[in-house]
């Protein structure tokens, strides 16, 4: 099982898709500064964007206001 698949994998809270885009994004640094090749950077972006759509959805979610709650 791949980064990817491990993180779909898993049901996130916003917390813990934060934390994980933190992590994406410290990997992407990395790979930057070690001279990555595109395939590597694609590969990460992917995650990354991935996981920020994750992320809107579940501030969606948690913010949107339910119906029949009013």
Same mark, same amino acid.
């Given at each position: 099982?791949?980064?990817a698949?491990?993180?779909?994998?898993?049901?996130?809270?916003?917390?813990?898709?934060? @934390? =994980?885009?933190? $992590?994406?994004? *410290?990997?992407? %640094?990395?790979?930057r500064?070690?001279?990555a090749?595109?395939? /590597? #950077? @694609? =590969?990460?972006? $992917?995650?990354? *964007?991935?996981? %920020?759509?994750?992320?809107?959805?579940?501030?969606?979610?948690? /913010? #949107?206001?339910?119906?029949?709650?009013?």
């Amino acid at each position: 099982m791949n980064a990817a698949q491990k993180t779909s994998a898993v049901r996130h809270t916003v917390e813990t898709l934060t @934390e =994980e885009i933190g $992590r994406i994004v *410290a990997e992407r %640094q990395e790979l930057r500064a070690s001279g990555a090749g595109r395939d /590597h #950077l @694609e =590969e990460n972006r $992917r995650r990354l *964007a991935t996981a %920020q759509s994750r992320l809107s959805n579940l501030l969606i979610e948690r /913010h #949107l206001p339910q119906a029949g709650a009013a």
